[in-house]
Structure formats: structure tokens, C-alpha cells
């Protein structure tokens, strides 16, 4: 009997173990195995798709709204987006979590970005031309990972000095756990330069027949270069590529009825890059499709235009009695549904302008003089053409034609930041003075690192003054 009982025993402790071992090698089918994710060019392609969708312009379009002299509270605000108008915002997102998100939602864009890089070289190439389409899918993953590291040093980096410690951290692999410190602002540019160039090395120069602006061309990367050059004062170099980008002559500048038609999606002149929308984008933060005003453009923006400005009313208008801001209002797709333009032919027209003036001289000031008339021919109707008599008048020029040209694009708070100059609002935009101003001095320039990385990198450092 006690030897029944062993072999029993024995049967039984067999059987459980067995079955937990069976159990324990059973796949979940509730998880997607990641490396089954890249077999083919096909997939990586998908994952690219991913990288562009992640890529959060609206972010950039409404903190250089909020924060700046875009926009006053419309008259139905009830509290949205006050933290950032009245500059109140906090790193810990119970105050504006909208001067945080562009944190996440960039590393969001790199980490997709790194993940597909890793792959491209285990996804065997099976027709003749997957070799090319790698290359391609490989160039636009490197420009939108400078692209979107640009967009964090803009946000969360000082005025750009190569010395300043405090840029942000470099995340170039796959890697869930890693903590990492703060690269300096000089090493982080250095990357998006080395991005920037290894992308147009790989990716194929379009002409006017082939552009097509909803992916990444090696124009478009060199649009980008010509933004960085702005950012870190490299003028020649911000010359050298704005010029490259106008000659190629792919789009350029329009003006009336056609340039008014880019802003409700029926014409994509001018446009270098953009990125669709199939739902509500930004234009919903300032406006409900229900009628609700939450803001509206500045009283200060809008005494910049003339009557004669096609500006003016490409960019604002009246609806139910009330200003809006026109230029993310409406397309054939619905209310407040529009594809957001992240690049255009104007601003290399600026760029090129503002760096013309910067290397100063008697030649250059003329030639960046030309560029401003250029553009402003192209706006206002019967412009007569002005002279400019040395380098700071021009840029004073240049900077409030950036304000008028850009506007509601992203590039207000950046341009003033880079700049040096204050935020300074109407008093008629504010209701109260406590943010009429925004001295250069003040670390809200700066915005903050959220506070849940902190919690979760103990290499994370806090700017200054949260």
C-alpha cells in the first residue's frame, strides 16, 4: 500500500510539474512579439508612418501661441490654457500640461524613430528595389529624429550656447530602463547636424514634378539645416542652405487667392512639409467646432496687417460675431481640420534675410533687403519697396515680419527666445498687468522638464526657477 501511495504521489508531482512547465511556455496572445513586428521593407515602412504620426506640431503651434503675443483669451474662455497665457505654468502638469507634453511626445517620436533604425539592417531585401527603400525609409527616420530633438532643445534648453550643460539627454538606442543625464546643448546639436546630414546623404533630391510634401525629402532636410543654422547663429550657414532650398525653385512664394487656399487645404503652394490630419488639430485649442472661443488673435497681431495685406484675412476672421484665428479653422474635411504645415518657402525667405543681416555689410544688407521685399510683394498688394540703413534696422524689420508671416506656426516664443527679446503684450490683450510682459531674463523662456521624469531618472536635473 505505502508503495501505491508512492508511485501515486509520484505520478501526481510529475503531472503538476508538466503542466506548469506547459503552461509557463505557452506565448501570451494578448502581446504583440516585437520581433516578428519588422519581417519586411513593408513593416518598416509602417513604422516610419508611426514616427510621422507621433510627430506633435500642434504642441509647437499652441505654447508659441499661448506664451507669446499670438493670442488674447477669446470670449469664451472658461479657464483653458490660462496657466500658460498668464505664464503660470508648473512641471508637474496640473498647471499646463500642454509646456510638458512636447517632452513626451518627442522622445515619443525618437524612441519610434530607434526602434525601426535597429531593425532596418535584420529585414532581409527581397525585391530589387528594397535595397533603395531602405535607404529612404532610413534617411526620412534621421531627419525626424533631428527634427524632434531641434523641437526639445527649443523648448527646454536656454538661448543656445555649445557650453551650456543643461540640453537635453541623447537617446540614440533601444533601451527602457536607461537613466539618463542631460547632454550638453553643443552635443546635442552636433547630433541633429550628424542626422541632418546622414539623412541627406540617403534620401533623393525632388524636382517640381516629384515633390510630394507629406514626406521628407533631402530638400526638406535642408530646410531643416537651414532652421538649425537660424537657431544656433551659423549665418553662413543658414544662408548657404535657405539658398539651396529657394533655387531648387519647388515651391515658390505664391500670393492672393492661391496663398489664402493653403490654410483651408485646397493648395499646397509654398508648402515644403507637412503633416495630415484626419481628425481635429490644433484650430480645435482656440476654437470648438460648436462656436466656442476659447481664444483669439491678439489685438497687437492683428493692428500689423493692412487692409491690403492677404495676411490679414488668410490668417483671421470674424465668425458669430467673434475673432478667430482662421488659419487652423476650417477645410473640406470639417471643422477645425487641418493638415498642419511645418515647413514653408517663406520662412527660408526669412531665414535667408536674417542671416544676410547678421553678416552685416553694405552687399549683404542689400540682398537680405531683397528677400524682405520679395516676400512682402507677394502679401500686400501694391507694396513699394523699402531700404533699410544698416543691419539692427533690418532686423527689426525681420522680426516682426516673422510675427507676421508665421504666425500660429510655431515660432513666436522660439524666434524672441533666440532673439533675446521680451514678450510684450497689448495692454488691451490682457486683463491683467501681471502678464503684459515677459523679460528675456526670466527662466519661464525655459520650459520645464516634467516633473514625472524627474521622479523616474534620478540624472535628470530641473531648469532653473521650478
Known amino acids: 500500500m505505502k508503495r501505491i501511495k508512492f508511485v501515486l504521489l509520484a505520478a501526481t508531482a510529475f503531472t503538476l510539474a508538466t503542466g506548469c512547465k506547459k503552461n509557463l511556455d505557452l506565448t501570451p496572445t494578448d502581446v504583440f512579439d516585437e520581433s516578428k513586428a519588422y519581417l519586411t521593407v513593408d513593416d518598416l515602412q509602417r513604422g516610419l508612418n508611426t514616427a510621422y504620426g507621433r510627430f506633435d506640431v500642434d504642441n509647437t503651434v499652441y505654447i508659441n501661441a499661448t506664451i507669446s503675443d499670438e493670442l488674447r483669451f477669446g470670449p469664451d474662455n472658461a479657464g483653458q490654457g490660462q496657466f500658460e497665457y498668464r505664464l503660470q505654468y508648473t512641471a508637474d502638469g496640473t498647471a499646463s500640461g500642454s509646456t510638458t507634453g512636447g517632452w513626451g511626445s518627442m522622445y515619443s517620436v525618437i524612441n519610434q524613430v530607434n526602434r525601426v533604425l535597429e531593425k532596418i539592417p535584420t529585414v532581409p531585401s527581397v525585391a530589387v528595389n528594397d535595397d533603395t527603400r531602405k535607404n529612404i525609409i532610413r534617411g526620412q527616420l534621421l531627419a525626424l529624429r533631428g527634427y524632434a530633438y531641434l523641437e526639445l532643445m527649443q523648448r527646454f534648453a536656454k538661448k543656445y550656447n555649445a557650453s551650456d550643460v543643461l540640453g537635453v539627454p541623447l537617446s540614440l538606442s533601444v533601451n527602457s530602463f536607461a537613466q539618463l543625464p542631460r547632454n550638453k546643448s553643443g552635443e546635442v546639436v552636433a547630433q541633429i547636424d550628424k542626422d541632418l546630414n546622414d539623412a541627406k546623404a540617403l534620401l533623393v533630391a525632388p524636382t517640381a514634378a516629384t515633390y510630394d510634401d507629406k514626406v521628407i525629402n533631402q530638400l526638406t532636410v535642408v530646410a531643416l539645416q537651414a532652421r538649425v543654422a537660424l537657431y544656433k547663429g551659423d549665418w553662413a550657414g543658414a544662408r548657404d542652405n535657405a539658398t539651396t532650398v529657394i533655387n531648387a525653385a519647388v515651391k515658390p512664394l ?30 480645435a ?94 502679401r500686400i498688394t501694391g507694396y513699394v519697396n523699402q531700404t533699410f540703413a544698416d543691419k539692427a534696422t533690418l532686423i527689426t524689420a525681420l522680426m516682426t515680419e516673422r510675427y507676421k508671416e508665421l504666425a500660429f506656426e510655431g515660432f513666436r516664443l522660439f524666434d524672441l527666445k533666440r532673439r533675446g527679446l521680451d514678450v510684450n503684450r497689448n495692454a488691451t490683450d490682457v486683463d491683467s498687468p501681471n502678464w503684459l510682459n515677459l523679460l528675456s531674463t526670466n527662466f519661464r523662456f525655459v520650459l520645464p522638464i516634467p516633473q514625472a521624469e524627474l521622479q523616474g531618472n534620478s540624472n535628470m536635473v530641473q531648469n532653473t526657477g521650478y
Open 254 to 283: 505664391t500670393t492672393g487667392t492661391d496663398f489664402a487656399n493653403i490654410w483651408v487645404d485646397n493648395s499646397v503652394s509654398e508648402v515644403l512639409l507637412r503633416f495630415r490630419r484626419g481628425g481635429q488639430s490644433i484650430g
Open 285 to 378: 485649442s482656440f476654437a470648438t467646432s460648436g462656436g466656442q472661443v476659447y481664444f483669439s488673435p491678439s489685438d497687437k497681431l492683428l493692428s500689423q496687417y493692412t487692409a491690403s495685406d492677404v495676411r490679414r484675412n488668410a490668417y483671421i476672421a470674424t465668425a458669430g460675431g467673434k475673432r478667430v484665428v482662421y488659419k487652423h479653422y476650417t477645410s473640406a474635411a470639417g471643422a477645425r481640420i487641418t493638415d498642419m504645415k511645418a515647413i514653408r518657402i517663406a520662412e527660408m525667405y526669412l531665414i535667408r534675410a536674417e542671416a544676410y543681416a547678421e553678416l552685416d555689410g553694405a552687399a549683404n544688407i542689400t540682398a537680405g533687403t531683397n528677400d524682405l521685399n520679395t516676400l512682402r510683394t507677394n
